[in-house]
């Protein structure tokens, strides 16, 4: 009943700039966590970064200085904006989210975005 779509893939030389957005659509109104994961090829996935309802933040230290994860509840929308690109960030990045009082939790996970950092 609830999915989550991401955009803003492409490709990008080396220091330049993506935005990612996440979209989930269903009968979710709050998220208790949402964020962005990432898995390269042929290593394991990893977390990016996420947020919680009341907006405190977590980043991967390889990330950190770099990107900036935010969301809109009202949409029900999380973003990831990336800066510096490095074709160490080259990944398929996967939006995430985990309901907010449910038990267990219940977590939904998008399709995935491919994002390639390549001159």
């Known amino acids: 009943q609830v999915q989550l779509v991401e955009s803003g893939g492409g490709l990008v030389q080396p220091g330049g700039s993506l935005k990612l957005s996440c979209a989930a659509s269903?009968?979710?109104?709050?998220?208790?966590?949402m964020g962005w994961y990432r898995q390269a090829l042929g290593k394991q996935r990893e977390l990016v970064a996420s947020?919680?309802?009341?907006?405190?933040?977590n980043y991967a230290d390889s990330v950190k200085a770099r990107f900036t994860i935010s969301r809109d509840n009202a949409k029900t929308a999380v973003y990831l904006q990336m800066n510096s690109l490095k074709p160490e960030d080259t990944a398929v990045y996967f939006c995430?989210?985990?309901?907010?009082?449910?038990?267990?939790?219940?977590?939904?996970w998008g399709q995935g975005t491919q994002v390639t950092v390549s001159s």
């Open positions: 995430h989210a985990q309901s907010f009082s449910t038990v267990p939790p219940q977590y939904y």
């Open positions: 269903g009968s979710i109104f709050t998220f208790r966590v």
């Open positions: 947020i919680t309802s009341g907006g405190t933040t």
